[in-house]
């Protein structure tokens, strides 16, 4: 990174931003203790650390959201106190926020100029809008309506505005979670194009493999603390992952790899979309064994979520399409089904795994109510109900200060242990699960993936839909892709080749799915 | 029946009377909303603007101090609400109906004294020649002032709103208020300034009732007028040009309905008095339907509240 910025010719050796002991404490938690680490120009620098290990909170401390405790800012070399978001932007910081600070209503120009302290004229903002987006290869329209635009599209919105006001440091808050291996490419191209003319970028991310990338230098949190700076080049993703978590990670092992009698058939399943935006789903086969793990890949929108509703029973079809132990219950709903064994963890967190404003005891009685025996004479047995969520808690290793909390004040993380933990804990003979491990950190995904793996040694049978083909090499028995609805015949995951894989996702999605996403912290063989 | 009796010149006329209260009330609502605030207190804000610009322009014999104390009282009354959903966090729903209620409570309080008394007339247009016009004249240029006051307002409404950047910035607040304050935007101090300005307006909606339209003070003399402003403001779409047209068509078919009454039309009454509200509701109705999806409509934060989480 040094190379970087000599070969700008830019030899200034004070960093263009220095943190030094910076301190924030809210009540109950100290979220930054003591933390530093210094940026120069045309440096591209990771934070990296959990979820909760103080990232955003740094950052919000940069762009002046949150004022720190103690501790000093130095931008080229000045002491630096923004007291607001605008004291930021006139000192040439700008930020690209991960759930975006868009307005979905208005325009791309009136976003654009919401975000900028002295906006042009509608017309000349319009008219830089379209030079600066094409200079940097994210054509944008200052006219539409940013509620009409994609993923990609609305970040494209985020980085545009950010670069009208020439940045001298650009914060990137997880940017790559919501986008396609395409739009990613697009973005790491335009932030080497930035780095190349000396701009400076904080980068925030997950993804170990996109850091390793792209990043000069790292520097990696845990509870609030800094506890590494490194070159992550220097390192493999899987170390970079032990750093932040602060123990040695065990890849999930599987106890045994004996399968039992068929457990599930699925035959000729054909379903309509649902919506407009659906995916009919066309002529799905499979057969499952106890104790078998079938992974399901595919991108996104190939008709996952569709797959999910058909086996829980949200969707009903002819009873003889699904079999579970031989008894036909294709025409059953989710309530039938989780009785007989089958139970199901769908993709959405909140709102469709977990009801968000009900406490974590309401939730578990939710799914758990019949297996588990919630329910006396017709009421809620809350004292069972409550135990049966502390259990899962408890088994799952939730963080949580109780069963009392609601679902939306968990962290997505923990949140998902709880989701599965609950289906896991009681005891299914069939279990579904859609992206199991989306947007959760390195520890808690592994976690996740060793319950379901010791789930399917205890003999159980699981169904693992993802789209993190590493994920799916590391705990399936066999593997399948769905492609448009269609679901090829699965095959032994054993000895499987990326580039059969790809091959099997349809051609042309498998190349950039098999690179383009994956944990990483798992990945290194 | 009598059809002859109804001039229509008198009729388009008074249409214009008819509408204000109710224009000027929805347009302060508008902005509100647009800021994302619900307040269904409107009702409770205009009565008491209505007396208490009554009680001062009796109490220093001109209007104009009796306007302007409406809209302060409006204001003030708004304030309350602002400092319980703003800062106390309160549910806008319930707050909003207390607000209504207490206004109600209170100008019949401070309206005791006034019940009866004959209020300051307060000026008209009089441009030489365009009042003196034969049919235009009556119907256009011989209002009150505060007639052409609310068009005005309707104008530097729209134009606040689609042109200047602390309109920009209203409205982004009133679509997402999280991303504006975490572009560093103050929503609270923002949906104060709405919320005062909404209370004002209703207060001079109020006030136009009891000084020019009525004019006279009589308890609960608003009679529904603030809900349907706050009925307006959904059927227009949040649009400012629509809340001028269902005023008016409310204010048309009210002054209509009644000459029909009065004409001894052959439908009962019940029927006549329902009708400004049926009419009403029908076109807008038609309007917004018209353009289905379209994702400009009701502001995306209203009504929800707002706990910066840092």
Known sequence: MKGMVTMQGQVTEAPLLAVEE???????????????????????????????????????????????DGG?????????????????????????????????????????????????????????????????????????????????????????RCL????????????????????????????????????????ISHKLDEIIELCDSATILRHGKVVATCNPREHSARE????????????????????????????????????????????????????????????????????????SGERTTAPGTIRLGGREIGALGPAARRALGLLAAPEERLGHAAAPDMSLTENAFLTGAVRERLVRHGLIDWSRSRDFACRIIEGFDVRTPGPEVPARALSGGNLQKFVIGREVMQHPEVLVVNQPTWGVDAAAAGAIRQAILDLAGAGAAVIVISQDLDELMEISDSFAALNEGHLSTPRPAEGLSVEEIGLMLGGVHGGTTAGGTGEGAHADP | MDLSAIDPVLLLASLMISATPILLAAIGEMVVEKAGVLNLGV????????????AIAVESGSPFPGLAAAALAGAGLSLIFAFLTQVLLSNQVATGLALTLFGLGLSALI?????????????????????????????????????YGSLALVVGVWAFLKYSRAGLILRAVGENHDAAHALGYRVVRIRFLAIMFGGACAGLGGAFLSLIRVPQWTEGMTAGAGWIALALVVFASWRPWRVLLGAYLFGGITVLQLNLQAAGLAIPVEYLSMSPYIVTILVLVYISARKRGSSLDAPASLGRVFHATH
């Open chain 1, 22 to 68: 910076l301190s924030k404490a809210y009540p109950g938690v100290v979220a930054n203790d003591g933390v530093f680490f210094s940026i120069a120009r045309g440096e591209v620098h990771a934070l990296l650390g959990e979820n909760g290990a103080g990232k955003s909170t740094l950052v919000k401390m940069i762009y002046g959201l949150v004022h720190p």
């Open chain 1, 72 to 160: 000093r800012m130095l931008l080229d070399g000045v002491p630096y106190a923004p007291q607001s978001p605008s004291d930021a932007r006139r000192a040439g910081v700008a930020m690209v926020f991960q759930h975006f600070s868009l307005f979905e209503a208005l325009n791309v120009a009136e976003n654009i100029a919401l975000g900028m302290e002295d906006p042009p004229p509608r017309g000349a903002l319009s008219q830089r809008i379209r030079e600066v987006s094409a200079a940097y290869g994210l054509p944008l329209d200052p006219e539409r309506i940013v509620g009409e635009l994609s993923a990609g599209e609305r970040q494209r919105v985020e980085i545009v």
């Open chain 1, 164 to 203: 009208l006001q020439d940045p001298k440091l650009l914060i990137m808050d997880e940017p790559t979670s919501v986008l396609t291996p395409q739009e990613v490419e697009i973005l790491f191209t335009t932030l080497r194009k930035l780095r190349h003319e000396g701009t400076a970028i904080l980068y």
């Open chain 1, 240 to 311: 970079l992952a032990e750093m932040m978590v602060g123990e040695i990670l065990i890849p999930p092992r599987r106890a045994r790899r004996t399968f039992g009698e068929v457990v599930l058939e699925v035959g000729g399943l054909s379903l309509p979309a649902a919506t407009q935006f659906g995916t009919a789903l066309h002529d799905i086969r499979l057969v499952l064994r106890a104790g078998e793990v079938l992974g399901i890949g595919g991108v996104a929108g190939n008709g996952q979520d569709e797959l999910l509703a058909a086996l």
């Open chain 2, 43 to 54: 009702e409770g804000m205009m009565i008491t603007g209505a007396i208490c610009g009554f």
């Open chain 2, 111 to 147: 309206g005791k004294p006034y019940a009866g008394v004959k209020p300051p007339p307060s000026p008209r247009l009089d441009i030489p020649f365009l009042s003196d016009m034969p049919v235009l004249g009556p119907i256009l240029f011989r209002h009150d002032l505060m007639v």
